[in-house]
């Protein structure tokens, strides 16, 4: 069973997705719709913005990529995808590889714990490369610092940027539940120990990790930024006062010139 997994979008609106694909929906919840298209066939939605396919054609992927785009919201220029390949082999243990798994039972619940870790996958591709692109930015800004003295951005710009990062870190957090093990795998040792391996094979916890650094040290730098910024404006309103109580001393002292000369 080959799994194809995309990340297209910020968001996917899955109430209107219900409302017209075509399939058998075989759980839903505010979060998630997974369906069985065709004997075998399988399609999951997240609305955090991501898709994954079971055995279905590259044709048919296609049409439905495109089908997907008007129920997304910010959808993303170039997609995030990733390929994984489930093999049954009866009698064989459960045998966790790069792009493959090898094991003995292979039904719909199988096929959603691993579409489930896919989907995990290429949205956590998504945000670290997010990550990635805000300490890039960060270390422009540092560099500015070190060479200049000062850093040129604007008020605007850095509170742009500040609501950028949070908002970011904010998503991350609400829709990635990584570390919560799906209802499945609570009454089914099999299924456990499946979406564990999966977990570790894919490294889960450790990206989601590194991607929460990632923002830890972009919200350090701009707290350092945002107070040598205040500074900067509390100095800069230092001089207008200065220069308020200088014109009103010239003020006064050219009005007691005049009064002295009449």
């Known amino acids: 069973m080959k799994i194809t997994a995309f990340y297209i979008a910020e968001q996917l609106d899955l109430k209107q997705l219900k ?14 719709l997974f369906y069985r298209v065709d004997e075998d ?41 990733d390929d994984f390949e489930i093999e049954q082999k009866e009698g064989s243990q459960i045998i966790f590889g790069f792009d493959q798994i090898t094991l003995p039972r292979l039904d719909e619940n199988v096929a959603k714990i691993t579409m489930l870790s896919l989907a995990h996958t290429v949205a956590l591709d998504f945000y ?15 560099a500015q610092l070190e060479q200049d003295g000062s850093i040129r951005i604007t008020r605007k710009n850095m509170l742009k940027f500040i609501g950028r990062t ?9 829709n990635l539940f990584i570390f919560d093990s799906p209802d499945l795998t609570w009454d089914d040792e099999y299924l456990d120990k499946l979406y564990r ?66």
């Open 128 to 142: 670290s490369q997010r990550a990635n692109t805000l300490l890039s930015e960060i270390n422009g800004l540092t």
């Open 166 to 174: 949070l908002n970011n870190k904010n998503r991350i957090v609400e």
């Open 197 to 262: 391996g999966m977990a570790r094979t894919f490294e889960l916890q450790t990206r989601f990790k590194e991607i929460e650094y990632t923002f830890k040290v972009v919200e350090d730098n701009l707290t350092v930024f945002r107070e040598l910024y205040l500074h900067r404006e509390s100095k800069q309103l230092e001089w207008i006062v200065i220069a308020l109580i200088l014109v009103e001393v010239i003020d006064l002292i050219v009005s007691k010139l005049l009064l002295l000369r009449g």
């Open 19 to 32: 409302s017209a694909y075509a399939g058998i929906l075989l759980q839903e919840n505010p979060n998630e």
């Open 41 to 81: 066939q399988y399609f999951y939605a997240f609305d955090y913005g991501a898709v994954v396919f079971a055995n279905m054609p590259d044709v048919d992927i296609s049409k439905n990529l495109v089908f997907f785009q008007q129920f997304v919201k910010a959808p993303l220029a170039e997609k995030m995808r």
